[in-house]
């Protein structure tokens, strides 16, 4: 029987893995490394003048080359060329050595590489303390890589101490970290640190573009701008993004062109330019214009936290506009964001897009933990659209007479206004100008002419007539008047008085007459305050109406009784009730025995 009827053809020799981006164009030698080059300098020179470390601590947020460093580090450890007499540890290593592909790969027997989050123990330590002693099979350096050195136990930092200080000639550390302040100050101290910065998204984008074209893959400016803001300075974070692009991007796609339109739905992130349209709209009042261009970017597929951090992004791309605008210049930059940027930059104040920044950071905590996400972020434009109608601090003193004559507006500093001062600036084009649908800002009315305060009495009675009770109350009992003169009171704090009590009566006293009062709280010297000058003359006149015959014989009558309150009677018009009216507790008569 033929064996081919049941068994399947044979089969021609496998296809290669696909390998990804990340790893396919992971650099091999320093010079391949990006938007590193102070920690390349360094490490040329300490190569060049024969000063290596024993240990290096590699530290940076997640894909900025912290494990390709170790490795690149491990082959000019280790880098010789016998075919061109080069055989000493180098940072210029143009061609493949004798052991380079071997350490690329991570299979050489003399460059260990451990990663601490499975090896956390002191036995995982002790083996490389142990095996430490022996030299190299076949290297010239023994090198050993831990990754993510932090997750290691407090024994295994300790039984490593003694080892890393004084290591043998032929071992080298390399230790890498994203979490730095983990790693004990004992170990930071016998390590020559680096720390590895985050790539500058111009930067990410120009090497995205250049893999793109030995991929032969087609991409939009705008969707490598994209990519390299989504990656936030993590080269491996944006070739993931770009492989991820290139599948995608493939498929929705006439002529396999990366359009930036498509980038946006994968990455759920909304349209540059409408999310600008929305700024203006919010920063000039139209709040239904806003929350209709926010529902149509939700409809899109936005996430409304995103469109929020998106217009934070602009916001902070304004002011550094506004303020430092040589500092602001970035190739991920669409020139649509440079121009609609800086007509924002001038159009708008510094207090303005702080506050901007303010809420709309704010916002975006808010919808990480909203069940309404859509409606959440409503509210915050609709909260920002009012708040940039705000007046700065300087803005409503003016308007409140405070300022320049006439109040001054928003819009213009007066001359003598200091250098950097902030000021408003009045919005000019269509976007930014208030339409008919702004919301209404109550403008604060000019201040009234002063009020006289002659006397602490008159400062009481007009604290009654402001309806200010509690602070009535607290002058009446808590005051012990040392000085009472125009602009200036010193008081003696009663027990139990609030040493707020100066600061509240400065505030309110110059809002109530438009100047400027100095009150201060000494330690000694008061008269009794109000409350204790009116008990000690209800006691004088209990005390003389007691030693009345009558009011003696009418308390000697009634045992038990006080008198509790002394009224004149109005409408006198007898001698028998010129009398005071005196109330007892108890009117009832003895009882007989």
Same mark, same amino acid.
């Given at each position: 029987m033929d064996d081919g009827l049941f068994n399947d053809p044979p089969s021609d020799a496998p296809a290669a893995a696909y390998r990804v981006l990340a790893r396919k164009y992971r650099p091999s030698s320093f010079a391949d490394l990006i938007g590193q080059e102070p920690m390349v300098r360094t490490l040329e020179n300490a190569f060049d003048l024969g000063r290596i470390h024993q240990a290096y601590l590699l530290t940076g947020v997640r894909g900025v080359g912290k494990t390709t460093t170790a490795r690149i580090l491990a082959r000019a450890f280790n880098y010789e060329l016998p075919e061109k007499g080069i055989d000493k540890p180098t940072i210029h290593m143009d061609e493949l050595g004798a052991h380079c592909q071997a350490i690329?790969?991570?299979?050489?027997?003399?460059?260990?590489?451990?990663?601490?989050a499975s090896h956390t123990g002191i036995d995982d330590v002790r083996e490389i303390i142990d095996n430490a002693r022996y030299r190299p099979v076949m290297a010239r350096t023994k090198v050993y890589i831990i990754d993510e050195v932090h997750m290691l136990s407090k024994a295994a930092f300790n039984g490593l101490l003694k080892t890393l200080e004084e290591p043998p000639e032929h071992v080298k550390f390399?230790?890498?970290?994203?979490?730095?302040?983990?790693?004990?100050?004992?170990?930071?101290?016998?390590?020559?640190?680096?720390?590895?910065?985050?790539?500058?998204?111009?930067l990410l984008a120009e090497h995205l573009r250049r893999i793109c074209e030995k991929e032969g893959v087609e991409i939009e400016a705008e969707a490598l701008a994209m990519i390299a803001r989504a990656a936030e300075g993590s080269v491996r974070d944006s070739l993931s993004l770009l492989d991820q692009a290139i599948a995608y991007g493939s498929a929705h796609s006439a002529d396999g062109a990366i359009k930036a339109d498509d980038?946006?739905?994968?990455?759920?992130?909304? +349209?540059?330019?409408?999310? @600008?349209? &929305?700024? *203006?709209?919010?920063?000039? %009042? +139209?709040?239904?214009?806003? @929350?209709? &261009?926010? *529902?149509?970017?939700?409809? %899109?597929?936005?996430?409304?936290?995103?469109? &929020?951090? *998106?217009?934070?992004?602009f916001t902070h791309l304004a002011t550094r506009l506004k303020l430092a605008p040589e500092t602001a210049q970035s190739a991920a930059l669409t020139p649509e964001e440079q121009r609609r940027g800086g007509e924002a930059a001038g159009k708008l104040s510094?207090?303005?897009?702080?506050?901007?920044?303010?809420?709309?950071?704010?916002?975006v905590d808010e919808l990480r933990g909203s069940q309404r996400p859509l409606q959440a972020a409503d509210m915050v434009l609709v909260r920002l659209a009012y708040a940039a109608d705000m007046p700065t601090p300087g803005d409503a003193l003016r308007q409140l007479g405070y300022g320049a004559p006439g109040g001054g507006s928003s819009s213009q500093a007066p001359a003598s206004a200091p250098r950097g001062a902030p000021v408003a600036i009045a919005a000019s084009s269509p976007a930014m100008r208030a339409p008919a649908a702004r919301p209404a800002v109550a403008t604060p009315a000019p201040a009234a002419p002063g009020v006289a305060v002659a006397s602490f009495e008159a400062l009481v009675a007009l604290a009654e007539e402001k309806r200010e009770i509690r602070l009535k109350i607290a002058l009446e009992s808590d005051v012990r008047l040392v000085r009472f003169e125009q602009g200036r009171i010193e008081f003696e704090l009663a027990p139990g008085g609030s040493r707020e009590l100066a600061s509240m009566l400065m505030q309110k006293l110059q809002l109530w007459t438009n100047e400027r009062w100095m009150v201060s709280i000494v330690a000694s010297g008061g008269a009794p305050t109000l409350k204790e000058k009116?008990?000690?003359?209800?006691?004088?006149?209990?005390?003389?109406?007691?030693?009345?015959?009558?009011?003696?014989?009418?308390?000697?009558?009634?045992?038990?009784?006080?008198?509790?309150?002394?009224?004149?009677?109005e409408n006198v018009r007898t001698d028998a009730e010129d009398a005071p009216d005196v109330q007892y507790d108890d009117m009832s008569p003895p009882e007989e025995d």
């Open positions: 690329i790969d991570s299979r050489h027997v003399d460059v260990l590489e451990m990663d601490a390399i230790f890498a970290t994203t979490e730095i302040d983990k790693v004990p100050v004992t170990v930071r101290s016998r390590c020559q640190r680096f720390d590895l910065r985050r790539i500058d998204a111009g980038l946006r739905l994968m990455l759920g992130v909304a +349209d540059k330019s409408r999310v @600008i349209d &929305l700024f *203006e709209a919010v920063m000039g %009042g +139209d709040v239904a214009k806003a @929350i209709a &261009l926010l *529902e149509d970017q939700y409809n %899109g597929g936005a996430d409304p936290a995103q469109v &929020l951090l *998106e217009m934070a992004e510094v207090p303005a897009l702080t506050r901007a920044w303010q809420i709309l950071m704010k916002g009116r008990e000690e003359k209800a006691r004088e006149e209990r005390s003389g109406l007691e030693a009345d015959p009558v009011v003696a014989s009418v308390l000697a009558h009634f045992p038990g009784a006080q008198i509790v309150a002394v009224r004149a009677k």
